[in-house]
């Protein structure tokens, strides 16, 4: 293992990660009919160059979780990408957080951090006691995932919708 000081991974994360909720659709395809399910999603992720691939190895050695492979952009002028993902509920919650607890962000992520952290600790409650969510808990996270988006509209002057969201 090839382990980094904490506060400097902070400092890469604080710049260049990725916290972020997602609604997701899956298709069941070997059950009867396919049948569609949905289900939160907080997750952690950052995409570099692909000469870059090696801090972030040593990244997800720090953290002792998550995936980093390769990706191919539509864009040529991007080239290939190297992406560092923990999708991982449990990794989520028992690494990454307690990570940035002991290690604070300090910049422009640590608001995104806060929200998602939220976030992270209503859904592991209900995977770990196997409990359905409550329209209460889709509103909440609804409104956590707007505060997330209305911060990165106002970081990246961005304004994509999400394509699924729960009914309340």
Known sequence: MNKLPGDYVAG??????????????????????????????????????????????????????????????????????????????????????????????????KHDFELWSKALGLIYRKKKNREPYTAKDHDLLKEIRTQMKAFKHFKQKTNREYRNSPIS
Not at 24 to 42: F, L
Not at 44 to 52: C, G, K, Q, S, V
Not at 69 to 81: E, I, M, P, S
């Open 12 to 109: 890469f994360i604080d710049g260049e990660g990725c916290f972020f909720l997602t609604y997701r659709k899956e298709t069941k395809r070997n059950r009867p009919g396919n049948p569609k399910y949905y289900r939160w999603s907080a997750s952690f992720a950052m995409t570099l160059r692909e000469d870059d691939v090696e801090i972030l190895k040593q990244i997800r050695d720090t953290l002792e979780c998550g995936n980093v492979y390769f990706l191919n952009t539509k864009d040529d002028r991007a080239g290939k990408q190297a992406y560092f993902g923990v999708q991982s509920i449990d990794d989520a919650h028992n690494k990454v957080l307690p990570f940035f607890i002991k290690f604070p962000l300090r910049a422009k992520k």
